[in-house]
């Protein structure tokens, strides 16, 4: 009579991790790629309704009279820009 075996052969857990290195570097690959598009995507949102320092309606000049009065927008003193 033949003996069963009572677990996986000693191959089974080499095919296994050879089947699934693949799918959990793929997984990998697409949560980056997915983080790098979300980031680039807010980025462009930001700087398309002007909400970045450089943009051109941040370099107006405060009114008159207010405690940022020779500063622009982004808070630089007068001779600086923000991106500069």
Not at 33 to 62: L, M, N, S
Request: hydrophobic share 45%.
């Amino acid at each position: 009579m033949t003996a069963i075996s009572p677990g996986p052969s000693p191959a089974r857990p080499d095919a296994l991790a050879r089947r699934i290195r693949p799918l959990v570097a793929a997984t990998i690959v697409y949560n980056v790629i997915e983080a790098i598009a979300a980031i680039a995507v807010e980025e462009g949102r930001d700087a398309w309704q002007g909400k970045g320092c450089c943009a051109p309606a941040a370099h107006t000049a405060a009114p008159a009279g207010t405690a940022a009065a020779g500063a622009d927008a982004c808070g630089w003193k007068p001779g600086r820009t923000c991106c500069s």
